[in-house]
């Protein structure tokens, strides 16, 4: 326009015509402005939610969902959008109503909407009505925004999504599919794949705190939510009230999931003796199910039993799909999370010593990932940060964990599609500081696999003064409402309905 002003003022004396054309250009483009200026407070402001009652298998009766649209991209806010699935429980005792509770799945991966089904008739009955409790599907996963990358049958399975090494410890294996996975990724995962990051997650909590027309959200946050919550305490700490983090990891801005990824070596150690002790109780016997007389017989009879499978894989109960070495130590791993994953671990191992009988594999070993599901799997950890990409770097990295680490045979450590993709991330990942209220409440298991207590440690020392740690003497991913510690839960529960929180760090025995 001020071009258009200052052709104007040396044509003043020109004709009419002129003018009147000159100034048709300036509404014109003052309305432009105009519809830009609205078009962007439009994107920038809460979006309207449309309850209606789930209907998703295992939905709670008075459960609501909807769909919150957020920006593709929070950098070009009018840009596309895209849908996010959101839940509500609303409280069923307005009188006694404080506030909103966000449930934050882990993950990468997890479903909120599933979450709040699963554990809102508990958290219900803890909380006495004191919150309306909310969740939400991350990025890629449930009933929000998906993305594809084209992925191979072969290469959606677990134990290859799992960068598990050969038999000798070899990862070339790992390295061609590694680099498989990323271009297949960068050719069809799009911009969607692209927005996967902990950083939009945030920024997406925050627009449905809008939405729900909250000042401040209270949280329970469970793995990789913990991370994501912190991160969202660190960048919004006044919208934050009631914080709980639930089995943290190490908040390493520099390696991120890359470091959760490789604490899962000594999670695994940590927590094997749980099993042991389990497996060669006496109890265990009638069952079929005890492994050993003693407990300090049952690692070196698991590792032999997979160095076995990993020489002759066993037929199983699935055609074309033998139980390798590799697949009893991932069953390991998953059944590490809980000890009602005992029988069935145990049972496994009875199936894979006996001669005659046929291994039934678990599920999640004998299933092939959603296309969608697998490029979540990948999408979040290599969008979050950069991982280092030398192949000879990871060999050695290998070859150490696996003689420190023998129950995971140098998985944590090794090379991932993360080596190969192709985007660098878009922005560095956020440090946890100190600098905020003193509202959060940490638990921990002390044997915990797949968030180990030293890592723990580590965000309670980022977190500072900000913090309580709660630590629980048990077993296992997960402590609210999870694994039957009267009181944890007791603790949490109170610090939630009261704001009173332990004077200082603290401990429940088993």
Known sequence: MTTYRRKAALAALCATAVATTLAGTATA??????????????????????????THTGHLDGQQC?????????????????????????????????????????GPGGSGVQRLSQKGAALTGQL????????????????????????DEADRRLTTLRSWPGP???????????????????????????????????????????????????????????YVTAVYAQKFPARTDRVVLDSSGDPDPTRVARGWLAN??????????????????PARAPEGLRLAEHAEDVLPLFLALAAELDRAPKPSDVPGLPLTGTMLRQALQT???????????????RAAQDPAAIPALP????????????????????????????????????????????????????ITPCAFWKDAPAERPTRITGQGPSNILMVQNLRDPATPYAGSLK?????????????VDHGGHGVYLGNGNACADRTVTEYLRTGRRPLRDSSCAS
């Open 363 to 414: 599920g999640d070993l004998a299933a092939v990932l959603p296309d969608s599901d697998a490029a979540l799997m990948v999408g979040v950890i290599c969008n979050d940060v950069a991982w280092p990409k030398e192949v000879s770097g990871y060999e050695r990295a290998v070859a150490a964990d696996r003689a420190a680490h023998p129950l995971t045979a140098g998985m944590p450590a090794n």
């Open 29 to 54: 483009a003052a309305t432009a402005g105009a519809t830009a200026a609205a078009t962007a407070r439009a994107a920038a402001s809460p979006p309207a939610l449309a309850w209606a009652p789930c």
């Open 128 to 151: 006495a009505g004191a919150y309306d409790l909310v969740a939400l599907d991350p990025r890629g996963v449930g009933g929000s925004v998906r993305a594809a990358c084209g992925l």
């Open 459 to 471: 965000m309670r020392a980022a977190l500072g003064a900000r913090a309580r740690l709660l630590t």
């Open 168 to 226: 000798d410890g070899g990862i070339a294996q790992n390295a061609d599919r590694s680099r498989r996975v990323a271009e297949a990724c960068a050719a069809n995962g799009g911009a969607e794949l692209r927005s996967f990051t902990t950083a939009n997650q945030v920024r997406d909590m925050d627009r449905f705190r809008e939405a729900l027309g909250e000042r401040k959200l209270s949280a329970w946050a469970v793995s990789y939510g913990t």
């Open 335 to 349: 059944s590490l999370y809980g000890d009602a994953l005992f029988p069935a671990l145990a049972r496994l191992i």
């Open 264 to 281: 899962m070596a000594q999670g695994a150690d940590d927590r094997f003796p749980d099993f042991a002790a389990w497996a060669a109780d």
């Open 66 to 106: 909807a769909k919150l649209s957020v920006p593709l991209d929070y950098a070009a806010p009018a840009g596309p959008r895209v849908d996010l699935a959101v839940s509500r429980l609303p409280s069923a005792r307005p009188a006694a109503r404080r506030g909103t509770l966000i449930v934050v799945p882990g």
